[in-house]
């Protein structure tokens, strides 16, 4: 066990402890702590409860405090928000013993707050007088075991110094295990907790090489014997995974906020003279799949955005824009960047059998549909999984970026099969997933069959999918659709380049699909950078004449706020600058023009909606 005894020296080795608890010394720095978060941490009902927001010592008093997934105060205190979901695993935790169960498995999607939830489960347990060993970054015990687990143990009996002095004594991770067999003889059960355990699975990509892993979980199994273990992770953890085929004891935890959780998010996201409409809340949710991370990065551009701009005169007026800027952030940009690695890295593993299972597991997971046990290996279980067999995507954001790689790498057929019309008519009860669904099948029957531009039914090439400006090709009539979700508040772009006279004319069509009004201003958006988008997409290409059709197609024109019109030249100044959009004219038209069948489909979503209501 060489490698894993080693030990850094130095500064180093104290990376991340406050100066001023080091300087106190080691006993007491960390008795001082458990007697803070007896005194401080309240009662389950009151951190089950989603109103009540508490600020707690963090129970770790080790080197290596987990930086990337907590946030703390200059007093080493982190921030955590009542979760109704912690008395159900709290019950869990605390019927290990019966029916023989010694271990628990905690396992979910990315970002849905179990590290935090972890840390006041600790929190609670040393307030209750058990005994807990909190290892908050199992990742530190392929690298450095002994040492790590031993300030762990530390705080464990910062109140018993004859434990203390024991465990003074140990010099290694064998003395460690026969300190654990002993403190178990003397009538006392550890509560050991390790995060991010999917460090230890044999399979990991960690930085600590495959033996090296297998020698911790050993050692762990060996330590852990007449205790409790309890394991938490996100995505592929294999130990869970082992222990649920098992019929073993597993908490999941997919999903995000309940909806008294959600309530007081918006509460606390409120902004003075700025009004959220109904479709922007639903819409926001649908895409975070209410997920903590996700909401927090939200929140913070909200906050941003909303504060740099000038009040609404009207509710909603700037949402289209907001969503966009949100989607953008790097919290969200990142979630496609790891949906597109995992499935790559799946394929390349695997090869070109591999490439079109992964592809069916994925549709699946957008469309609901079943997941067979031996498929169920292709699920990531961060964004993309599975619940009563049915394959499920863990938020909006995750269906989009999902749906973008299957439309760049399947093909856009994919998405007019009688499946994906099918679903148009079973989402009816929830308005922004049925936007997608009908966004997804009209570009790619457009795609596959054209539509009708200025009473000619063109047929297009599609050049490219891009999450960029588009460049604007040679060939005529083009269409772009945008990888990244709402690029700009558009769903699409057709070149079309025509001679009249003798004049070579560039038409641009935008396109947007709509049954909601918070896609209202996405004129606006789109022409707000304008003068670059004109640049990249017309280039030195010498056109006598440009025009700009801005084309809504939307569920019902004679209801829709804007109606077909020639729009003269406008400037604006937001935030100091001054923006030009061009000229241009607004063209509407149906959903059932494009697709007769989806209008079909969408009447009778709205039907089994309002079914669902009464």
Known sequence: MDEIEQEETGNKHRDNIWPREVAIGRETRFHILLMKIKEETPDATELSNPRESFSLPFPFCGSRRPTD?????????????????????????????????????????????????????????????????????????????????????????????????????????????????DVAESGITMYIFLDQANALDDESTGRAPASVRAEVSLFLARFSYKHFLIQSA????????????????????????????????????????????ASFKESLEELTGRNPVLLHAAAAVIKWEVLESEPDTEPGQHESE?????????????????????????????????????????????????VSRADRAVLDNQYFSTKAGLGQCESGLARRAITAFLRRHAGGDLFVSQKWYNMIEYVGYNASVLGFFIEQVLLSTIQKEGMFLNGVNQQFK??????????????????????????????????????????????????????????????????????????KTIGSTSYDEIRIVFLWIVEEPTTFPYKEESVPEKRRFTRGQTYVAPAYVRKVQSIASVSEKVGIKLAQARKNGEALVR
């Open 462 to 535: 599609l050049v490219d999918t891009f999450d960029r400006i588009p460049e604007n090709s040679d060939d005529s009539p083009v269409l772009y659709i945008p990888e990244a979700w709402n690029h700009r508040s558009i769903d699409a772009i057709i070149f079309s380049v025509s001679k009249i006279e003798g004049r070579q004319i560039l038409t641009v069509w935008p396109i947007q699909i709509a049954i909601n009004q918070h896609h209202r201003d996405s004129e606006v958006t789109f022409f707000a950078d304008w003068k670059k988008f004109s640049v």
């Open 234 to 277: 996100s995505g592929n953890f294999k130990m869970a995974d082992l222990a649920r085929l098992a019929q073993e004891n597993v908490a999941k935890m997919n999903g995000g906020l309940t909806e008294k959780e959600m309530a007081v998010w918006w509460e606390g996201t409120k902004v003075e003279k700025h009004v959220w409409s």
């Open 322 to 370: 907001l969503l966009a800027n949100i989607c953008r952030c790097n919290a969200w940009e990142d979630v496609t960047a790891r949906i597109y690695k995992y499935a790559w890295d799946y394929i390349a593993s695997g090869g070109e059998m591999e490439q079109k299972r992964v592809f069916e597991v994925m549709e699946a997971c957008v469309l609901e549909e079943e």
């Open 69 to 181: 997934r907590f946030s703390w105060d200059r007093e080493g205190r982190f921030l955590y928000y009542g979760r109704e979901v912690f008395e159900n695993v709290l019950s869990k935790v605390m019927k290990l013993g019966e029916y023989g169960y010694q271990e628990l498995y905690i396992s979910g999607s990315l970002g849905c707050g179990k590290s935090y939830l972890l840390g006041v489960l600790v929190c609670y347990l040393m307030k209750i007088g058990k005994r807990v060993v909190y290892a908050p970054d199992a990742r530190w015990l392929d690298e450095e075991c002994f040492r790590y687990l031993q300030d762990c143990l530390y705080l464990t009996f910062a109140d018993d110094s004859q434990i203390l002095q024991v465990l003074e004594k140990c010099q290694d991770l064998q003395d460690l295990q026969i300190f654990a067999n």
